[in-house]
């Protein structure tokens, strides 16, 4: 199960942190990730830490403003938004796999994750 804390509305260059809180199994020993949707866009992968060895990887449009963090700890990971842009607007969801190995770059691919948080909305604006 993941759960995801409340976005919010913010103004643009403002920061915003999310978290997700997962339960069943480890964050070291599953692959999360950050998706996000805007209206009438497709879902697109925003972060995600796929391997154990917890390497990091950004999409170029977040690439340098969002930080993507895991906690083993506590099991959840977080995502910290820095200089929010009215483009980063959308539903974003946490989502995990069983999986610790993907084909190339596939940890990008909704499809390559089975478990999704509820979705939390974030609204910047200008």
């Known amino acids: 199960q993941l759960v995801e804390s409340e976005g919010g509305e913010v103004q643009v260059g403002d920061s915003l942190s999310l978290t997700c809180a997962a339960s069943?199994?480890?964050?070291?020993?599953?692959?999360m990730a950050w998706f996000r949707q805007a209206p009438g866009k497709e879902r697109e992968y925003v972060a995600g830490?796929?391997?154990?060895?917890?390497?990091?990887y950004y999409s170029d449009s977040v690439k340098g403003r969002f930080t993507i963090n895991r906690d083993i700890e506590k099991n959840m990971i977080s995502l910290q938004m820095r200089n929010l842009e009215p483009e980063d607007t959308a539903v974003y969801t946490c989502?995990?796999?069983?999986?610790?190995?993907?084909?190339?770059?596939?940890?990008?691919?909704?499809?390559?994750?089975?478990?999704w948080g509820q979705g939390t909305q974030v609204t910047v604006s200008s």
């Open positions: 989502a995990a796999s069983p999986r610790n190995w993907f084909t190339g770059s596939a940890y990008f691919q909704s499809s390559q994750y089975e478990f």
């Open positions: 069943g199994r480890s964050v070291k020993d599953t692959a």
């Open positions: 830490i796929p391997y154990p060895a917890g390497s990091r």
